[in-house]
């Protein structure tokens, strides 16, 4: 006979969940908030990805394959000028340690040799390097900028220690920017059309939202979680 859930589990349950909808409601998608992780959790994020392959839900880094895509074709439409990735590099040959670095006419050049990017305890765990798009003779050369993150070869031996079927000593976590063309700029009206308040108020892209979480409702939702754990 299953034990039925006590009424403190059941309160933690509810507030769990009612603190993930607020979380979503709330989170890099609402207008205002973003994104802006430092080098070290964005190697701790490449590190938990490889680990278990997968992030928290709220997390904005996807996997694409940025060596067989324009840059230009992997943002689409979308307005962010900066997005992060998960990406696998792929070697010109088996036997060496070379990777391939064109894509369609263009290709991303590395601009230096690669930073260390230490714990927060001084240890290195990671590197960054910094590439920049390059196609001479089309506009989209040097428009587009990247900050790749890899893991150290140590850090690497101790996750084929840990786990047997570990296999992703070539992936990296790419933050690739767009720049603004300085020709392009986003001429000032003196007023707004009912059109494009009526789009900025009631967005239909979900990738703005106003921000509907309250001082009390953060209060409120702290007091239920401390009475429910009993402190």
Not at 25 to 48: A, I, W
Not at 74 to 88: A, I
Request: hydrophobic letters at 30%; proline letters at 4%.
């Amino acid at each position: 006979m299953s034990q039925l859930p006590s009424t403190s589990q059941t309160i933690m349950h509810n507030i769990k969940r009612e603190e993930k909808e607020l979380c979503i409601e709330n989170s890099v998608h609402t207008e205002g908030f973003r994104f802006h992780p430092t080098d070290t959790e964005l190697v701790k994020y490449l590190l938990q990805y490889v680990l278990k392959g997968r992030l928290p839900e709220l997390i904005p880094i996807e996997e694409e394959d940025l060596y067989s895509k324009e840059p230009w074709v992997v943002f689409k439409d979308r307005k962010e000028r900066t997005l992060y990735f998960f990406t696998e590099l792929k070697k010109k040959k088996i036997e060496n340690s070379r990777f391939i670095r064109s894509v369609g006419k263009g290709s991303w050049k590395s601009q230096d040799k690669g930073k260390p990017v230490c714990s927060e305890k001084g240890s290195v765990m990671g590197y960054k390097r910094s590439l920049r798009y390059q196609n001479s003779g089309s506009p989209q050369d040097g428009q587009w900028l990247m900050k790749e993150y890899s893991l150290t070869d140590e850090v690497k031996k101790i996750l084929h220690q840990r786990s047997r079927g570990y296999d992703k000593d070539n992936y990296v976590l790419c933050r690739v920017k767009r720049k603004v063309a300085k020709d392009d700029p986003i001429a000032r009206k003196e007023s707004i059309e009912a059109a494009e308040l009526e789009a900025i108020m009631n967005p239909t892209d979900g990738s703005t939202k106003f921000p509907n979480l309250s001082i009390d409702d953060v209060a409120k939702l702290k007091m239920r979680m401390q009475f429910a754990s009993g402190k």
